[in-house]
């Protein structure tokens, strides 16, 4: 089990919006930044948000992180399919002294 | 441009010692960030083992710690993971990467991967 909670899966159709959910607790996103990366099956994780709502260089402005509480989202606007992968999100754990990441949500761009 | 190769054993037997090297191009491991080993087992999601301060300071998954040691060599711009005991379910694919050191948790840049398989 996974310390942050996603949904396994999300799914909308191209040109849409959708949204990732990550839950987890005050010792961790209540207190602490997230980020989200995004894997494609075969390659390593890519960091797309960082600072709760920073993108890196490179990254498109569609995608879009927030945070309120011990929640954080995930927005990708203008979906397309070559944005089908896995998106996880990641922080920092306070109680347990370590890094922590959710489970992982699928996107399907159908 | 920072790029990270992990490199070491694809095949580890039952009962004995996981070792990996990351080797670090395009920054100095002993001017700042962490320098963090991440897995992820097939088909499952990623699953943090530990991470090195430039200092030396470390943090470890405590489900793992028991079993981790995670070091820096300066001299040759590398770190090293060892994990000990192994069994099968320490099949993954290891991750190097280089950690934000006022960002916990926001890894940046990343190793292609390697895949250790702990079979006999």
């Known amino acids: 089990q996974s310390v942050l909670t996603q949904p396994p899966s999300v799914s909308a159709a191209p040109g849409q919006k959708v949204t990732i959910s990550c839950s987890g607790s005050?010792?961790?996103?209540?207190?602490?930044?997230v980020s989200w990366y995004q894997q494609f099956p075969g390659t390593a994780p890519k960091l797309l948000i960082y600072?709760?709502?920073k993108r890196p260089s490179g990254i498109p402005d569609r995608f879009s992180g927030s945070k309120s509480g011990t929640s954080a989202t995930l927005g990708i606007t203008g979906l397309q399919t070559g944005d089908e992968a896995d998106y996880y999100c990641g922080t920092w754990d306070s109680s347990l002294r370590a890094v922590v990441f959710g489970g992982g949500t699928k996107l399907t761009v159908l | 441009q920072v790029q990270l190769q992990e490199s070491g054993p694809g095949l580890v037997k039952p009962s004995e010692t996981l070792s990996l090297t990351c080797g670090v191009s395009g920054y100095s491991i002993s001017s700042g960030y962490y320098w963090g080993w991440i897995r992820q087992p097939p088909g499952k999601g990623l699953e943090y083992i530990a991470s090195i301060y430039h200092s030396g300071t470390t943090s470890y998954n405590p489900s793992l710690k028991s079993r981790v040691t995670i070091s820096l060599d300066t001299s040759k711009n590398h770190f090293s993971l060892e994990l000990s005991s192994v069994t099968a379910a320490d099949t993954a694919v290891y991750y190097c990467a280089r950690e934000g050191q006022w960002l916990r948790g926001s890894f940046d840049y990343w190793g292609q991967g390697t895949l250790v398989t702990v079979s006999s």
């Open positions: 005050t010792s961790n996103i209540g207190n602490n930044y």
């Open positions: 600072d709760n709502n």
